[in-house]
């Protein structure tokens, strides 16, 4: 049964297994020496711009802490939002994996400032506390909002001015382009972006990540540091024939698209159910809500989705790029029902 | 010029000193397997109880991760105060050198209470998050506060209940117990503690700390762990020699409390100079106050002292086995004079 | 073109891709707790026997740094040959992403004896040296040899006897298997192997090794250990299916088998022509060769395939499941022919 | 009872204690920040040259592990011989601290040469091996000789020549220097050496070594990493007298000189002992020998020295700065007896 636990939980797109059987032929030299990662990196550029640099792992957590051993030295740290995948689903691995401090900060809605940041600039040289080096943000976010191209900008340019990097944990940046309308570059290296990891498995890869770098001079040993994290594909072609199903056509953005309005229909129908209240603005392919008590657990008998916050008990309701409108509006509807029989019921 | 810096702008007190110069004679066996140590090790078992085991150590830092990385396994983190110094003062090294993550939570006045604690313990059992092992709490605190023996109590018995350890980074234990005046174990092996970094160096040592636990079946490996963790000093008779001197009488009693007293009486002094406003208890040897704009400068062309929180501009006095009566009042009425110089100015 | 270079430039045998395609329905709950996986861990008991619990894991290195990581403690190392992947392939992870040192022994043939391991075991107790914890072997080795079970035998109870376990770096234990004409379990399980890293990527999947732990009570916190080593595939179906589909038939055997068979014509056709010398014997899907001078760039020109030793010049010439007979035919011509030239030219 | 165990088995040179008891006044700025340090770092630029720039830290381990983290990037490792300190005596530091994997070699005498080095250059540009950074040699080395400088400047081009950095494991490097007849500079940065660890723990004091570049451009953020390594005192003014008293006259050289002289002396009245013999040359305060089945074991009933060898029972007879003449003669004396007597018993 389909539900609206996370967009992981969707299989692979058919365009996408079609371009890995396409590329099942013959020998290929491996560890990304081949010609489908050649044109899997030539798409990336076109789509981030011709300074992108491109390197395709395995999965998020992956990309991320190669993102981090590459652009932080061992003093340097990452500043991030205390709800970042980084920091609460990535089992440590920044730290345990990459030895990165991660500086974090409190945010209602996921999203950073300038003036957040800032709040980890004061102790600059002095040995005793680790040196930011990255403002890592999450694109869309892991709270459903998303960051406008002026707030990054505003965000990459106070970077740069404190010397910083800006790093994009975009496991869903499709999401977040589809939703704003823009290309991928648009949200990423034309508002200053400096790195991105670039999801593909949330939007309908059987799996893989691609680390993107998109400005000069920075991620030097990144070829070393990619086999060494564990993140080097042995048969690399399969790993770039899904990246050019993605981009090559437009793939990435109609599925994002249609996740993203699935999280829209199922916001819109759920909105004015009594006991009902949506916690976050729906930008992007989840919705987040607070139910009357005891409602979630009667909807789990028949759909799976999480629980985001134990100690309030908001859940989280995730759309994919397969999820139907039909499945949204019979879920919406036993929302109604489920929460009519509660009110009934006190 | 002595000033109120920190209490480890202080020198070596004669005692210790003496028990070095004492303890130079002939050859002694390398890495600890002297009688010194060994005299050394007893004397912590006195003062902590019977079963007590130490290894001494180079730094409070050096302590610290090497309690972590004894403490937990890779996927394990600590919980501690935001304030904390493995926080925010040791560049780092939980993260880099032992892989640890630090689960932070806000608190006003430096200390957890199990109520903070049991925000991390809501994702036990799930792959994707660091699992809970360690409660790390400062006593006396980064804040000049300390905890009552029932709140460490409560903190040990919460702790227990959720399979969790208590460490205490005790690098000012001594100002704590000398504070509350009870003994060493009253406030740590007696209300449950585990594991303490027993400091000595702010409390009258040339350098040297020492990694207790209190709990059997914890720390497997730990002697390797020290050698590893880069703090096994050679000459191992030096640092006991020191533990001996302060440990042997009454000396890290009366060379804390004299530091307590100082700060207490330094408080008293400037608590009512229209101006300051003294922002934490003081409950050991340091107090935390604001001044007047511009107060903080201008005491400062004559005496050392640092401001704590660059954003609000606190500043922190700290007072160390070797302040003088003369030296707090002559401070004190310096403060006085420039927060009156600041008023007329007004 | 196929050559001789490495059996992970070949693709996805056609079995493994149509399993894949048959996992691709519906939705499936993300990170290992589908059915599929169950399943694949499920072949996996039936072929290493009951006691074997395993982790999909994506690529050699993940699994080989997962297993040091849940076998070592910080202050234990793991003995292997010089010439063992962990040691030289795999870009320094096991010391950079898991911290544990290799403590290496020179052998002709890859093979560890129990005598050779011992030479490891003068230091217990010291805490100055890194303690043995793990024996790791290479079956097959990656001189293209493999242990008889007798051998390996001898190495688990060595190891045992000593405190040790024993690690079979797998990535083709279905060669040395298929050679055997044994089961897997007979070169693993039955013989006291204690933690086997399961190879598939070079066997015909897409990408994807399985970690098997074959003892009971070692491996503590291995589930999160996967997720912090960054090896845990967000949609496991699709890596349980790849496996499902090696295991659940004869597959696994079949495909290695003839790997070997061809590398066993390959050195029956070349095996006489003057200036070839065979240097390791052909036990599994590689042949090792020193050519005349100038041969092996000559025959570079249009088969593909690595100076093994470049001190030497000796070529390594590799098998793969898709590899034919008439492309080992041809290029044993082709030996034949460049050697003949080279040796009219002298 | 004094013996020949190890020169860290010895105590404090009476000008180095007087020197900690004479910086024993009044507060000093803390970590380093105070005016004995900067004389201290003053001191090593006269030794080493203008171009020396210096970190005092704790121990030879923390020295040497700071170094390779300073001069290593991740994915760089460290050539060193099979009997380095760094790889046989550290406990695994080097990995587990610093990640860096050490590239080894076997050495008869515990030397490279620039020949040897080579055997690891082969894999340049590889992103599945450890590139290269660092050449490490011991000076005094593990066994007791020395290079000379002529030896030390063919290794420093040929590193130079690969892209690679010398470092010098000097824990004994003024007997070394003392040996020669020349200077520190001598030995180290007028052949081309690119970074030191400069013990002075085995010549005489309480504790303490430095690390000193002599290359500019070298270590960038080594003042963060020495605060994270955990090799940063806060009361560093105690580790910097100690230097001071060192190397303000003569004191590193007369203590080394007459430790060197006592090897010899013992070395000279050993050398013919019927079943004696000494295995390397004596080039500084160690003497190694073989001695008659037995003898070993009977000496040590009086005296405590080390088994160097435990395969071979080699032995390892080590002098100090404070080892005399009469102690020399009277176990070259009780050596003589013990072989008599065992040569008679047979």
Redesign the interface.
């Known amino acids: 049964?389909?539900?609206f636990?996370?967009d992981?939980?969707?299989?692979?797109h058919p365009e996408v297994?079609a371009a890995?059987?396409e590329?099942?032929?013959?020998?290929?030299?491996?560890?990304g020496e081949d010609p489908w990662t050649a044109r899997a990196e030539g798409l990336l550029r076109d789509h981030f711009g011709p300074s992108a640099r491109s390197w395709l792992v395995?999965?998020?957590?992956?990309a991320n802490?190669l993102a981090f051993?590459a652009l932080c030295?061992?003093?340097q740290?990452v500043i991030c939002a205390e709800t970042a995948h980084v920091n609460?689903?990535?089992?440590?691995?920044p730290?345990?994996?990459g030895?990165?401090?991660l500086l974090?900060l409190?945010t209602p809605d996921g999203k950073l400032t300038p003036e957040l940041v800032g709040?980890h600039l004061?102790?600059g040289g002095d040995?005793?506390?680790?040196?930011p080096r990255v403002v890592s943000v999450t694109q869309s976010t892991e709270l459903g909002t998303r960051y406008e191209p002026d707030e990054l900008r505003a965000l990459a340019d106070h970077a740069h001015a404190n010397g910083l990097l800006l790093h994009v944990d975009g496991s869903r940046l499709a999401n977040a382009a589809a939703g704003l309308g823009v290309s991928l570059a648009a949200t990423t290296t034309d508002v200053g972006v400096d790195a991105v990891s670039f999801g593909g498995?949330?939007n309908g890869l059987?799996?893989g990540e691609a680390l993107v770098l998109l400005t000069d001079d920075i991620g030097?040993?990144l070829?070393?540091?990619?086999?060494?994290?564990?993140?080097?594909?042995?048969?690399g072609r399969?790993l770039a024939a899904q990246f050019i199903a993605l981009l090559e056509g437009d793939l990435w953005r109609t599925s994002a698209a249609h996740a993203n309005a699935m999280a829209s229909r199922l916001a819109a129908e759920v909105r004015d159910v009594p006991g009902v209240t949506i916690t976050q603005r729906v930008q992007a392919n989840a919705v987040f809500a607070m139910l009357p008590e005891g409602v979630a657990d009667r909807l789990r008998e028949v759909v799976?989705f999480y629980t985001w916050d134990?100690?309030t008990g908001e859940v989280r309701w995730m759309c994919?790029w397969?999820t139907t409108e039909a499945e949204v509006d019979a879920f919406a509807a036993a929302v109604a029902d489920a929460c009519a029989a509660r009110v009934a019921a006190d």
Do not use: C
């Open positions: 049964m389909k539900g636990a996370s992981n939980y969707a299989g692979i297994l890995i059987a590329a099942n032929v013959d020998h290929a030299v491996a560890y395995f999965n998020g957590t992956g802490v051993r030295r061992p003093w740290g609460v689903d990535e089992g440590g691995a730290e345990a994996i030895g990165t401090k974090t409190p709040r004061l102790g040995e005793h506390a680790v040196q498995t949330k059987l799996g030097e040993g070829t070393y540091l990619r086999k060494q994290t564990l993140q080097l594909a042995s048969k399969f799976r134990e100690s994919s397969d």
